[in-house]
């Protein structure tokens, strides 16, 4: 009787075994890919943008200057003249000098270019200069698009410290001196007052004709 039992219990485990075991043709070898294997096809994505016809990011202002906008021409006559750079920071100090700027005209464009070297006494080493192309030109106004560097030795441990942009020089009255408006030392709010100083030309007077002696 315990044989007959045992023999059942036997042949059950078999059969189940065997119906849990897929037809040979319906075995597949185990995957590479985990979790998952990868889908037939990718998912589908917007497509960007052309890239055709793109225009600058930059606005008008700082785009390149081809032309500077003259809307006086006494101011633009007058200005073309400025030829030295005084620095408010050392003009009072005995011993100061000016330094130079060169106005200059290239086609429709007009630029700037100067320097000074301070050399009063205790600031030798510190300078300024400015770089740039004028934008426009108007009465008692110039927009100069470029660059003003100042360097004082005492400040932000003689780092040069620097505006730029659209800097405007204006004039008073009957001055001959254009100051810069964005004139403040970006690194501890001084006023620098750098001005860019009219000069006239000088004229050489020619030597009179000797008369020649009569005989």
């Given at each position: 009787m315990?044989?007959?039992?045992l023999?059942?219990?036997?042949l ?11 037809p040979?043709d319906?075995t597949?070898a185990p ?5 998952a294997p ?5 998912p589908q994505?917007d497509?960007g943008?052309?890239i055709s016809?793109?225009?600058s ?5 700082q785009k390149?200057?081809?032309k500077?906008?003259?809307?006086s021409?006494a101011?633009a006559q ?12 050392y003009?009072?100090i005995k011993?100061a000098?000016?330094g130079?700027v060169n106005v200059?005209k ?6 700037v270019?100067?320097r000074i070297?301070?050399v ?5 080493g510190d ?6 192309v ?5 009465a008692n ?18 780092a040069?410290?620097k505006?730029a942009?659209?800097?405007?020089f204006r004039?008073?009255g009957k001055?001959q ?13 001084t ?16 030597a009179?004709?000797?008369t020649?002696?009569?005989?």
């Open positions: 315990n044989r007959l039992l023999s059942l219990i036997l059950g485990v078999a059969g189940s075994a065997i119906a849990q075991t897929p040979a319906q597949q995957s590479s890919y985990y979790p990868p889908p037939l096809t990718a994505v497509k943008a052309p016809s793109l225009t990011p930059l606005s008008e202002e390149a200057i081809t500077t906008k003259i809307d021409d101011e007058l200005f073309a003249g400025a030829a030295k750079v005084v620095w408010g920071r003009a009072k011993g000098k000016p130079n200059t290239q086609g429709a464009v007009w630029s270019k100067g070297d301070s009063a006494p205790g600031s030798e300078w300024a200069s400015i770089d740039g004028v934008e426009s030109i108007a106004n110039v927009v100069i698009k470029g660059e003003v560097a100042f360097r004082v030795a005492k400040i932000d441990k003689g040069t410290c505006v942009g659209s800097l405007h004039r008073s001055s001196v254009w100051r810069l408006i964005e004139g403040d030392n970006p690194c501890d709010g006023q620098e007052m750098l001005d860019l100083v009219y000069e006239k030309p000088m004229i050489e007077k020619k009179p004709t000797p020649p002696k009569k005989s």
